[in-house]
């Protein structure tokens, strides 16, 4: 089991930067591949980026690549979600996630969000024109 809490959320202007964090309970965090996903209202939620258990690989939503960057920290127990260049469509509630199984994927599993069984409460975002 493990229990996420996100911080970092706030205003920024367009083409700011924010970092986001999701610090984890427990001692198995490196057992666990990451993910973080946003929901604006009205919308799904939708992927914006995975991360491996060691960090190695990462994958990006098409509409952030570039722009974020995401990277953990096994022996903090983090995983965080540089912004930059953000945009008013970045605007949303951003969630950051567990991926229960722990065998092989394909990179495509880091998107699907019915993969993850562990979520945290969410940071707001809000990028303003």
């Known amino acids: 089991q493990v229990q996420l809490v996100e911080s970092g959320g706030g205003l920024v202007q367009a083409g700011g930067s924010l970092r986001l964090s999701c610090a984890a309970s427990g001692r198995t965090f490196s057992s666990y591949r990451m993910g973080w996903f946003r929901q604006a209202p009205g919308e799904e939620r939708e992927f914006v980026a995975g991360?491996?258990?060691?960090?190695?690989?990462?994958y990006y939503a098409d509409s952030v690549k570039g722009r974020f960057t995401i990277s953990r920290d096994n022996a903090k127990n983090t995983v965080d979600l540089q912004m930059n260049n953000v945009k008013p469509e970045d605007t949303a509630v951003y969630y950051c996630a567990a991926m229960i199984f722990r065998g092989y994927v394909t990179s495509g599993a880091y998107a699907d969000p019915s993969g993850y069984g562990h979520w945290g409460q969410g940071t707001q975002v809000t990028v303003s024109s």
């Open positions: 991360i491996s258990f060691s960090g190695a690989s990462t």
